[in-house]
C-alpha cells in the first residue's frame, strides 16, 4: 500500500540526488579545465585539478547512494518494484547511467574525463522524470507480472548503458571533426578518420582481418596520469589549435536548439524547455572547452562500440522477455503496438550500427551517425511514443 | 567478412565489331544479383529499409493495432486530412507490416541472409575442422617471448600442453611445436544468430497459419462452445479450419474484479468451467497474466464490464429476459449499453438505452449523487425506453439504432425493482447485477518454435559479441642440458585483451617448467601497432 511518508521521503532523496549531481557535473568538468599541458603534448591534472576531480568522484558516489535510496524507498512505499511509470524509469536509467559511468569509465577504463558527460545525461533524464512526475501507487493488473519486471529491468539497463554509448559517440564525433580540422589545416596528409580508426588508420595493414573492429580496452591511457593528445606520432600540433578549430558558437548552439525543440514537442512547456535548453547550450559550451582534453576520437569510438555492444545483447533480451509477458497478458507476443514497433526500430538501429562498423564504407563516422540515430530511436520510443501515440500501453477502459 | 568478397569481374569483352551493348546475359546477372546480396553493403541497406518501415509504422496509425485511429485519418477528422489518407491507403501505409513491400523486404532480408551464411558457414566449418597449424618465425610475431627451461624439450612441450589445456584452448603437436587456437565461437556464434532468424520466421509463420484468435464476452452463468460462430471476433489463420475447434464448453461461473483503496483495479478473475460432452473436466481460474491452458487453446483474461439482468414484460409476455452486457460509459463507475427488445414488425420495435450507476446515493433532494466507488455496492439502472420504427433489423451495432425523437420514457431503478413504463404496458424489471468478462481464445502454434529460435538468438549472439579469435605457438628446442622455449600468439581481434592474456600464459608456462625469469620481459607486452608477420591467419571469406 502507498506509504505516505516514505513516498514523501523518497522525493526528497531524488531532490537530493538531483542536486549532488549537478554539483558533482560541475566538479568533473572543472577537473576538466584545471588540466594543463607539458611540453611533450601530454595533458596533466594541476593539482587543483585533481584535487577537486577527487571531490567530485565523492560527491557523485555519495548522490548515487542517496539516489539509490530514493528508489528504494519509492519501491517500499508502493510495494512493488519501482519502475511502474516514467517517472521512475526515467529515475532508473539515471540511476544505471550513473553506475554505467563511476564503474565502467572511471574506474574500469580510466576515462574520468568523460564522467561530467554522463551525469549531465543523467540529470537530463532526472528533469524529464520530474516533468512526467506520478504519485507512488499500485500498477494495473497487466503489469502485475514477474515476466514485465524482467523485461523493465532489462530495457532499463541496456538503456543505461546505451546512454553512456551515446555520450561516446557524440565525443567522438567532435573529437574527430576537431582532429581533422587541424590535420587539414597544419597541411598535414591525413588518412582518414580517426573514428575507428582501429580498422581504417593507416596502421592497419591492407590484409588485415576485416573484423578488427573489437580493439581491446585503450591501453595505456590512465585517468591522471595524462591524456595522449593523438600528436604522440606526428609532430605536436597545439592542442588549443583543436578548440579553435571548432565553433564556439554552434557548439552551445546546436544542442540548446535540439533540446528545447524536444521539450516543447514532447511536453510543451515552454519554462522546462528554457532551462533545458540553457542547460544543453552550457554541456555544449563544455564539450567544445574540453575537446583537447577527450581521449583521441578512436579510442571514444572504440569506447562507444563496447558499450553498444555490451547493451545490444540486454536490449535483445529485454525484447524477448517483453514478448513472453505480452504472450501472458494480452494473448499474443507480438502486435506491432507502437511501443513494440519503437523498440524493435532501435533494436534494429542498434543492429545496424554493428554491421555498419564492420562494412566497407561505413565503418568511421557514417557508422557513427548510424550510432546517434539509434539513440534518438530509443528517446523516440520512450518519450514519445509513450506520451504520444496511442496504443495498447494507453489501457484505459478495459483491463 | 562479407564486405571483403572481390567484386563482381567485368563480362569478357565481345568481339570486335559486335553493336551488342554490354548486357550480361541472364546467368551472368543471377550470378551479379547473388554477389551484390552477400555483400554486408546489402544486408546494411535492408535494415535500413525495416528500420524505416518501423518508423513510418510509429507514426502512422495502424489498423491491425488502432483500427479506430484509422477510420478517423480516413475520414479526415484527425490526421493530415481525406486526401493524403487515400495514399496513405494506397501504399498500404495503414498496415505496414501487412502490406505487399513489406514482405517483399522481408524475403530480400532472407534472400541476403541466406546469401551471407551460406558461404559463411561453410567455412566456418572447414576453418573450425582444421587442427591448428605450425606457426613460422615465431620470434618475428610482436607478442612473442623466449624462455630457458631445465627440462627437455617433450617435457616442456608437454607442460605447454597442460597449461593450454587448461585454459580451454585446441592444441596440436607439429613436430616441435605445440600449436594452439580458440576463439571459434566468435563466427561460430554469430552464425548459430543469424541462422535463428529462420526459426523465429518459421515460428511465426507457423503460428499465423494454423493459429487461431477469437474472443467472446460472456455473462456470469452462461457459456459458449469452442465452435466458430460461439465466437464474437474471431482470426483464424488460413490453415485452421472448422474441425480444428475443440468443442469444449467454457462457462464463466463467476466473475470477481478487486480494487486498491485509491479504487485503481487489483485484480479481475474469471472462475470458469470446462467440460466436454457434458462432463465436468476442470474449473480454474483465469487471472490477467495467469491464462488458462487447455488442450493446445490458451483462455485468457483481456475485459469485463457490467451485466444487469433485465426482465422486459408486455403483459404476461417476456419479451427480453436476459444479462445485458454494459461497456464503459466513462469512468469507472459508470457503464452503458443497449437492449434490443422487439425487433419485428419495423412499426412496433421497441428498445432500452440502460446507463449503470455503481454508486449512486440518494442526496437530500431525493436525486442520485454518484460517488467514485467503482464496486456495485449502491447501484443504479437508468433505462430508457424507445418505440417506433428504431431500425433494429439493420445489420448494424445495438448501439446504432434510430434514435429519433428520444426516449419515451426513462425509469430508475435499483436491483431487484420493477418499473411500469408506457402507461403500464410494459414492465421492465432490474433483477439483479451481475459481471460479464471478456475473454480470449488463442491456439498459438509454432511457440516453441519461436522459444527455440529465440534462445538461440541470444546463445549465439554473446559469444559473437565477445568471443575472439587467437593463436598460441610454442616451440622447444634443446640447448645444453635443458631447452630453449619460444612462446608467440596472434589475434585477430580484442588485441589488447590478448595482451594480458598471453602475459598470463607466459607466465603460467613459466611456473610449469621451472624457467627462471629472463632480466626483462622484452616482447609480450608490446602494443599491437606494426603490421604482424607471418603466419599469415586464415580467415573465414
Ligand atoms: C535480420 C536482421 C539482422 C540482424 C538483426 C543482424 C544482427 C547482427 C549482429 C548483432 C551482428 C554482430 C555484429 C558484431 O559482431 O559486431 C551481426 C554480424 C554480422 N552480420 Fe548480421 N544481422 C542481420 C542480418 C544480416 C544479413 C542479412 C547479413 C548478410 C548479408 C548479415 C551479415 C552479417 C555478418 C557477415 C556479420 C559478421 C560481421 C563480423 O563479425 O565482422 N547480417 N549481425
Known amino acids: ?399 | 567478412m562479407t564486405g571483403t568478397v572481390s567484386p563482381p569481374k567485368a563480362p569478357a569483352p565481345l568481339p570486335s565489331g559486335s553493336r551488342l551493348p554490354d548486357i550480361p546475359g541472364p546467368l551472368e546477372t543471377l550470378r551479379i544479383a547473388w554477389r551484390r546480396l552477400r555483400r554486408m553493403a546489402t544486408a546494411l541497406q535492408l535494415l535500413f529499409a525495416l528500420a524505416a518501415a518501423s518508423v513510418v509504422a510509429t507514426v502512422i496509425p495502424q489498423e491491425p493495432v488502432t483500427a479506430q485511429s484509422v477510420e478517423q485519418w480516413r475520414s479526415g477528422v484527425t490526421g493530415p486530412g481525406a486526401g493524403v489518407a487515400r495514399v496513405l491507403d494506397e501504399l498500404g501505409l495503414f498496415d505496414v507490416f501487412g502490406s505487399w513491400w513489406f514482405a517483399a523486404l522481408t524475403v530480400g532480408l532472407v534472400v541476403s541472409l541466406t546469401g551471407c551464411l551460406l558461404p559463411r558457414w561453410r567455412a566456418f566449418v572447414r576453418v573450425a575442422r582444421r587442427p591448428p597449424a605450425a606457426g613460422r618465425n615465431l620470434e618475428r610475431l610482436s607478442a612473442s617471448t623466449v624462455l630457458s627451461c631445465p627440462l627437455e624439450p617433450e617435457q616442456a612441450l608437454r607442460a605447454a600442453e597442460r597449461v593450454l589445456g587448461r585454459r580451454r584452448f585446441r592444441r596440436r603437436r607439429v613436430g616441435s611445436q605445440v600449436a594452439a587456437e580458440r576463439g571459434h565461437w566468435r563466427e561460430g556464434g554469430s552464425l548459430v544468430f543469424h541462422t535463428a532468424f529462420y526459426l523465429l520466421l518459421l515460428g511465426a509463420v507457423i503460428g499465423k497459419v494454423f493459429g487461431f484468435a477469437g474472443s467472446i464476452s460472456l455473462a456470469e452463468g452462461g457459456a459458449f462452445a469452442d465452435t466458430r460462430i460461439a465466437y464474437d471476433a474471431a482470426q483464424p489463420g488460413r490453415e485452421f479450419d472448422l474441425g480444428d475447434h475443440r468443442g469444449f464448453v467454457a462457462r464463466l461461473d463467476d466473475f470477481d474484479v478487486s480494487y486498491f483503496p485509491d479504487f485503481t483495479p487489483r485484480d479481475f478473475r474469471s472462475t470458469v468451467t470446462i467440460s466436454e460432452d457434458g462432463q465436468r473436466v476442470r474449473t480454474a481460474d483465469i487471472r490477467v497474466n495467469h491464462p488458462l491452458r487447455y488442450r493446445g487453446m490458451t483462455l485468457y483474461q483481456i475485459g469485463f464490464g457490467m451485466a444487469p439482468h433485465v426482465v422486459v414484460r408486455a403483459g404476461d409476455q417476456v419479451l427480453l429476459d436476459e444479462r445485458v452486457l454494459l461497456a464503459p460509459g466513462g469512468g469507472s463507475n459508470l457503464w452503458a449499453g443497449t437492449a434490443k427488445v422487439k425487433v419485428r414488425d419495423p412499426d412496433s420495435q421497441i428498445a432500452l438505452d440502460l446507463a449503470l450507476a455503481t454508486d449512486a446515493r440518494l442526496g437530500d433532494d431525493g436525486q442520485p449523487v454518484l460517488g467514485p466507488d467503482p464496486r456495485p455496492r449502491n447501484p443504479v439502472l437508468v433505462s430508457s425506453l424507445y418505440f417506433g420504427d428504431l431500425g433494429l433489423e439493420r445489420p448494424v451495432p445495438a448501439a446504432d439504432f434510430d434514435r429519433g425523437d428520444g426516449p419515451v420514457e426513462t425509469a430508475m431503478l435499483r436491483p431487484g425493482k420493477t418499473a411500469k413504463l408506457a402507461q403500464g404496458s410494459l414492465t421492465v424489471e432490474f433483477r439483479d447485477l451481475g459481471y460479464w468478462s471478456g475473454l480470449q481464445v488463442t491456439h498459438a502454434p509454432g511457440r516453441s518454435i519461436l522459444l527455440a529460435g529465440a534462445a538461440l538468438l541470444l546463445v549465439g549472439l554473446i559469444p559473437s559479441l565477445y568471443s575472439y579469435r587467437r593463436r598460441i605457438w610454442v616451440e622447444a628446442t634443446p640447448d645444453g642440458a635443458g631447452s630453449r622455449v619460444t612462446v608467440a600468439g596472434v589475434a585477430l581481434q580484442r588485441k589488447a585483451t590478448f595482451t594480458d592474456e598471453f602475459d598470463a600464459v607466459v607466465s603460467a608456462l613459466r611456473d610449469a617448467v621451472g624457467s627462471r625469469p629472463p632480466p626483462r620481459p622484452e616482447a609480450g607486452s608490446q602494443p599491437y601497432s606494426q603490421p604482424e608477420p607471418a603466419p599469415s591467419p586464415e580467415r573465414s571469406p
Request: proline fraction near 4%; avoid cysteine.
Open chain 1, 1 to 399: 500500500m502507498p506509504n505516505e511518508s516514505l513516498a514523501q521521503l523518497s522525493n526528497t532523496l531524488f531532490s537530493v540526488a538531483l542536486i549532488t549531481y549537478i554539483a558533482a557535473m560541475v566538479g568533473y568538468f572543472f577537473r576538466l579545465g584545471f588540466t594543463r599541458f607539458t611540453s611533450q603534448g601530454v595533458v596533466a591534472g594541476t593539482a587543483a585539478g585533481r584535487r577537486v576531480g577527487l571531490l567530485a568522484t565523492g560527491v557523485a558516489v555519495a548522490g548515487w547512494l542517496v539516489h539509490l535510496a530514493s528508489v528504494t524507498t519509492r519501491g517500499v512505499a508502493a510495494g512493488r518494484v519501482p519502475w511502474a511509470n516514467m517517472y521512475e524509469y526515467s529515475s532508473i536509467l539515471a540511476l544505471g547511467a550513473v553506475a554505467v559511468g563511476l564503474v565502467v569509465v572511471q574506474r574500469r577504463l580510466g576515462y574520468g574525463h568523460l564522467v561530467g558527460f554522463v551525469l549531465a545525461a543523467a540529470v537530463l533524464s532526472m528533469t524529464s522524470g520530474l516533468l512526467l512526475f506520478t504519485e507512488a501507487g499500485p500498477v494495473v493488473p497487466a503489469l502485475n507480472s514477474y515476466w514485465i519486471k524482467i523485461h523493465t529491468s532489462a530495457m532499463m539497463t541496456a538503456s543505461s548503458v546505451v546512454i553512456v554509448g551515446f555520450v561516446a559517440t557524440a565525443l567522438s564525433l567532435v573529437k574527430d571533426t576537431a582532429e581533422r580540422r587541424v590535420a587539414a589545416r597544419s597541411g598535414e596528409s591525413y588518412v582518414g578518420s580517426t573514428v575507428g580508426a582501429a580498422q581504417v588508420g593507416a596502421a592497419a595493414p591492407a590484409g588485415a582481418a576485416p573484423d578488427d573492429r573489437t580493439e581491446g580496452r585503450p591501453d595505456g591511457y590512465e585517468a591522471d596520469a595524462g591524456v595522449d593528445i593523438g600528436a604522440g606520432d606526428g609532430e605536436w600540433a597545439s592542442p588549443l589549435a583543436q578548440r579553435e578549430a571548432l565553433s564556439p558558437v554552434l557548439f552551445p548552439l546546436v544542442p540548446a536548439v535540439a533540446v528545447t525543440v524536444f521539450v516543447l514537442a514532447v511536453w510543451r512547456a515552454p519554462g522546462a524547455a528554457i532551462v533545458a535548453g540553457s542547460v544543453a547550450a552550457l554541456l555544449g559550451t563544455a564539450a567544445w572547452y574540453a575537446v583537447p582534453f577527450l581521449p583521441p576520437a578512436a579510442k571514444l569510438d572504440n569506447l562507444a562500440y563496447r558499450t553498444i555492444a555490451f547493451g545490444f545483447p540486454i536490449w535483445t533480451f529485454a525484447i524477448m522477455a517483453g514478448a513472453i509477458w505480452a504472450e501472458e497478458a494480452w494473448g499474443r507476443y507480438w502486435g506491432w503496438d507502437p511501443k513494440e514497433t519503437g523498440s524493435f526500430f532501435t533494436w534494429v538501429l542498434y543492429a545496424s550500427y554493428l554491421h555498419a562498423r564492420s562494412t566497407h564504407g561505413w565503418r568511421g563516422r557514417r557508422a557513427a551517425w548510424v550510432a546517434v540515430v539509434a539513440f534518438v530511436a530509443l528517446l523516440v520510443t520512450y518519450y514519445v511514443v509513450n506520451l504520444w501515440i496511442v496504443g495498447l500501453h494507453s489501457y484505459a477502459g478495459d483491463i
